[in-house]
């Protein structure tokens, strides 16, 4: 069974290129997110730890940690972050696991129990290795995206759905399709109407089981 949605993450501890801790000391009281890439110096990886590295102050606004993977050792990673700062034009200061013995991928349930890496490995050997993990403060993983290697992720979705996760945990509230911040949100079945309109001061029903409301400013 892999790591599923509401799972205490592994406390593993980790080789990055920014010295050795353990994942749950790292996160502390924080939100995560985890980046895993099959191979440094691989074109679409790159941009994307670009992206990560131009949304630092985005990241830091939500409280949030991130962290990168990928099966590279450390020196790589080193040198590998000059070619992301080069492209995305911003410092890369998060770190990236050195995961070339697969204990990360392998426990985030990335890669096969079986999976090794043979000499002369290429991004193919480790593909599936493509993933976003969001992590809260108490060390559960909150969502989970993987993507084929062909296709780069959209960082303003990650952005959208932690700012998702976070207004729904703060709030006891649902999002719906699309939702971004300010856009009303979706009143819980549990809450009467007449709880919701003291808390919300009204709220549209748009089916009996499907309520909306505006969050107060």
């Known amino acids: 069974m892999g790591l599923r949605i509401n799972d205490t993450i592994p406390n593993l501890t980790v080789e990055t290129d920014q010295g050795a801790f353990a994942l749950h000391d790292w996160i502390g009281d924080s939100w995560a997110i985890l980046f895993s890439h099959p191979k440094d110096f691989t074109p679409v990886c790159t941009t994307e730890f670009g992206a ?25 990673h080193k ?11 911003a410092p890369a200061g998060f770190p990236i696991i050195a995961d070339d013995g697969l204990e990360v991928s392998k426990a985030f349930d990335m ?4 999976a090794y890496m043979p000499d002369g490995r290429t991004p193919m050997h480790s593909a599936t290795v493509r993933s976003v993990f969001i992590i809260g403060p108490d060390k559960q993983l909150k969502l989970s995206m993987t993507y084929p290697m ?3 992720r959209n960082f303003a979705e990650v952005l959208r759905a932690l700012d998702g996760l976070q207004t729904a945990a703060r709030e006891n509230v649902a999002t719906p399709a699309n939702w971004t911040p300010g856009a009303d949100v979706v009143v819980p079945v549990a809450v009467s109407d007449e709880d919701a309109i003291a808390k919300y001061g009204s709220i549209e029903t748009k089916l009996p089981y499907l309520r909306m409301a505006k969050l107060p400013e």
Do not use: M
């Open 52 to 76: 990560v590295a131009q949304l630092a102050d985005e990241w830091a606004a939500r409280g949030t940690k991130v962290i990168g993977v990928s099966v590279d050792g450390v020196e790589d």
């Open 79 to 89: 040198k590998w972050k000059g070619d992301i700062e080069s492209f995305g034009g």
């Open 111 to 114: 890669l096969p129990a079986e």
């Open 150 to 152: 062909n296709v780069g």
